[in-house]
């Protein structure tokens, strides 16, 4: 179908006249709009169209309500400049812009190559959360909805247990010193009541303080607390790919393509050797990042070969950017503590690409995945995974595991990546032979834990010892009631 757009344009006229800035343009964009927001602005100076054929354009994003800022050039490809005589720009709305909602403020600024620069008005729009990213009940048996909400409350029912546990450990004291004087098993009963209304109340007051926050769907309220209690898992489906790739940016995705003509493999057998290869172009990313129909040919015909993609997609950090939460929960996690966390919570992960080989003779299209060697040296060597024959795009998938080690045992650097070649044959520079055409790369995982996890996880190991010595005398005394 026909790409769809909602466009907000404004025109900015460039004199030296006071302005009122930011002017307000009465628009506003929500969450939910993917890949169909776009900014178009036409620069004027001095009220003529101001041309832009030799200029860099820059626009600045101030999210004031949550103080984040992000920035736009021409000059790397985030802004298209559609119309240099016209001075017309277009800029596409990102997804991941989405993150803070609110006023924003976009500063506009224009360099040229002979060094002038202009500052135009800025002007002022806002970002909402759609109303579909703010309850999923109707898609999703469970959903976190505001994981601050969640931290907090299992910091709270962490600390209140805690408690609790000392108020029994008081108990258990005062049953023992009595034990001669007193009938054992009246006592015994009324512990066992004690502790039963106890942790009836406390179950109550879980269950009412969950609802009222919101953090999971009603469904799983109406479930006993017998099945939460014992590791009911609350799963949250998610994906890594290459949409919001920013060549050269600060901000960029954490994950890299390169590619290059070869006679073999990567070396593994260091960082150096194994970084390899031209990334490719902004454009390229911009096809791979959307789930369409395009494709995009990547090739090379600098020596001898086959056709080598070399996908970098860094699964641990990714991790961390989109559950900040989890990593602030657990504070003061070192590298090997992380990548531990990661291998608890992350399952299911799952590599997926559509794309063919040459239009002619032998249309080999291949997957290799770096993997463990299970030795010291190599520690890792490259695996085929999946491949197609057909001249027409195929999806290919395999599960996958992260490098969970270094390249080398001084070299650490690379754990937690994903780590991939996608190849064709035959093995020459001849024509049709040197390309690979691809449609779309992403990697796809499954987050999972309970509120229980989360605690066991937190709890210091001091705590564990006193849960553990109370379960063995509460045990003892059971045996001689």
């Known amino acids: 179908m026909e790409n769809l757009y909602v466009t907000s344009e404004i025109t900015l006229n460039k004199t030296a006249e006071k302005r009122s800035s930011p002017i307000p343009t009465n628009t506003e964009f929500f969450s939910y709009d993917q890949h169909v927001a776009r900014k178009t602005i036409n620069f004027q100076f001095k009220g003529e169209p101001l041309v832009l054929s030799e200029a860099n354009v820059i626009l600045g994003f101030d999210f004031v309500t949550a103080g984040q800022s992000l920035i736009f050039e021409s000059a790397d490809g985030s802004i298209t400049i559609e119309d240099p005589a016209a001075g017309k720009v277009n800029v596409m709305l990102p997804n991941d812009i989405y993150a803070y909602s609110g006023s924003v403020i976009i500063y506009v600024f224009v360099e040229f190559s002979n060094g002038q620069s202009l500052d135009y008005p800025a002007f002022s729009t806002e970002f909402q959360e759609s109303w579909l990213e703010q309850d999923l009940d109707e898609m999703a048996q469970f959903y976190v909805k505001r994981f601050e909400d969640l931290r907090k409350l299992v910091l709270e029912e962490a600390a209140g247990i805690d408690h609790d546990l000392t108020g029994f450990e008081d108990r258990i004291q005062q049953i023992e010193s009595d034990l001669a004087s007193l009938d054992i098993e009246l006592l015994v009963e009324e512990v066992a009541e004690e502790i039963r209304a106890s942790m009836e109340h406390r179950l109550s007051d879980i269950e009412e303080r969950l609802e009222d926050s919101d953090v999971i769907t009603q469904e799983v309220m109406d479930q006993s607390f017998a099945e939460l209690l014992t590791g009911k898992k609350i799963?949250?489906?998610?994906?890594?790919?290459?949409?919001?790739?920013?060549?050269?940016?600060?901000?960029?995705?954490?994950?890299?393509?390169?590619?290059?003509?070869?006679?073999?493999?990567?070396?593994?057998?260091?960082?150096?050797?194994?970084n390899v290869g031209t990334e490719i172009t902004q454009e390229q990313y911009n096809v791979l990042a959307l789930d369409n129909q395009n494709e995009t040919s990547i090739s090379n015909t600098s020596a001898n070969g086959f056709i080598q993609i070399l996908v970098v997609i860094n699964l641990l950090e990714h991790f961390k950017r989109t559950f900040p939460e989890l990593i602030g929960f657990f504070k003061g996690l070192n590298s090997e503590e992380e990548i531990r966390l990661f291998q608890s919570l992350i399952s299911e992960i799952v590599f997926h690409v559509r794309g063919r080989a040459n239009t002619s003779g032998n249309r080999l299209f291949a997957c290799a995945l770096l993997e463990d060697s299970g030795t010291e040296n190599p520690r890792y060597g490259w695996i085929d995974k999946e491949s197609h024959n057909e001249n027409i795009v195929q999806e290919l998938s395999f599960p996958?595991?992260?490098?969970?080690?270094?390249?080398?045992?001084?070299?650490?650097?690379?754990?937690?990546?994903?780590?991939?070649?996608?190849?064709?044959?035959?093995?020459?520079?001849?024509?049709?032979?040197?390309?690979?055409?691809?449609?779309?790369?992403?990697?796809?995982?499954?987050?999972?834990?309970?509120?229980?996890?989360?605690?066991?996880?937190?709890?210091?190991?001091?705590?564990?010892?006193?849960?553990?010595?109370?379960?063995?005398?509460?045990?003892?005394?059971?045996?001689?009631?």
């Open 235 to 274: 799963y949250i489906d998610g994906h890594a790919d290459f949409f919001g790739k920013v060549r050269e940016s600060l901000v960029e995705s954490p994950h890299i393509i390169r590619q290059r003509l070869t006679a073999s493999f990567p070396s593994t057998s260091t960082s150096t050797n194994i």
């Open 400 to 481: 996958v595991v992260p490098m969970l080690r270094g390249i080398s045992a001084i070299d650490s650097s690379s754990i937690g990546e994903v780590r991939l070649v996608l190849y064709g044959d035959p093995r020459t520079t001849a024509t049709n032979t040197n390309r690979l055409l691809l449609s779309y790369i992403k990697l796809e995982y499954r987050l999972k834990y309970s509120i229980f996890d989360l605690i066991s996880l937190k709890t210091d190991g001091p705590t564990r010892a006193m849960h553990n010595d109370l379960a063995q005398r509460v045990l003892e005394l059971e045996q001689k009631g």
